[in-house]
T-cell receptor, first 111, second 111 residues
Framework: DGGITQSPKYLFRKEGQNVTLSCEQNLNHDAMYWYRQDPGQGLRLIYYSQIVNDFQKGDIAEGYSVSREKKESFPLTVTSAQKNPTAFYLC??????????FGSGTQLSVL | LAKTTQPISMDSYEGQEVNITCSHNNIATNDYITWYQQFPSQGPRFIIQGYKTKVTNEVASLFIPADRKSSTLSLPRVSLSDTAVYYCLVGDWDRDDKIIFGKGTRLHILP
């Protein structure tokens, strides 16, 4: 059945390492989003993409990178430049901007 | 996007009706009001959306006064499983492609 899949569920990063979080959707949605959520806090927008091969920075893009080579996929790379990467990362997609469908999230921790 | 203000937290008891109010004094003419629900370690889930007056679905009702400067999410006869964070978003989804979540309201249902 249709949905949005994030993997892995848990991820550990070593100092100086880049890690990539996967986000795949089979909903045929044009728009995709990445959010970061710290404990007890709301969601903060990292990057979003309205169409293949195009994406824009959100409010906290520093230390992150994305690509949108396929409609179905919007991977997020947490680079070594992100000094405080421990957080819950959520990917979402939408066909109408007001209704987002979210994945189950990836919890990233630093070793 | 219009700024929204919600209570940080609320407590209620099983079987009660719960009303969560969101203030959005700077709402624009074309803005819609959307509510999401988030359980721990999960992505938010769309609950309801409205423009004016009252909207009802199988989960909740949304009341919007004539001046649209606030809105109230109403959850009838809550159960323990309604314990979650509820987010109010306001925006013109045809114009705004950034979707920003605030900190939401943490609702705790007691037995």
């Amino acid at each position: 059945d249709g949905g949005i899949t994030q993997s892995p569920k848990y991820l550990f990063r070593k100092e100086g390492q880049n890690v990539t979080l996967s986000c795949e959707q089979n909903l045929n949605h044009d728009a995709m989003y990445w959010y970061r959520q710290d404990p007890g806090q709301g969601l903060r927008l990292i990057y979003y993409s309205q169409i293949v091969n195009d994406f824009q920075k959100g409010d906290i893009a520093e230390g992150y990178s994305v690509s949108r080579e396929k409609k179905e996929s919007f991977p997020l790379t947490v680079t070594s430049a992100q000094k405080n990467p421990t957080a819950f990362y959520l990917c979402a997609s939408s066909i109408e901007a007001e209704k987002l469908f979210f994945g189950s999230g990836t919890q990233l921790s630093v070793l | 996007l219009a700024k929204t203000t919600q209570p940080i937290s609320m407590d209620s008891y099983e079987g009660q009706e719960v009303n969560i109010t969101c203030s959005h004094n700077n709402i624009a003419t074309n803005d819609y009001i959307t509510w999401y629900q988030q359980f721990p370690s999960q992505g938010p889930r769309f609950i309801i959306q409205g423009y004016k007056t009252k909207v009802t679905n199988e989960v909740a009702s949304l009341f919007i006064p004539a001046d649209r400067k606030s809105s109230t999410l109403s959850l009838p006869r809550v159960s323990l499983s309604d314990t979650a964070v509820y987010y109010c978003l306001v925006g013109d989804w045809d114009r705004d492609d950034k979707i920003i979540f605030g900190k939401g309201t943490r609702l705790h249902i007691l037995p």
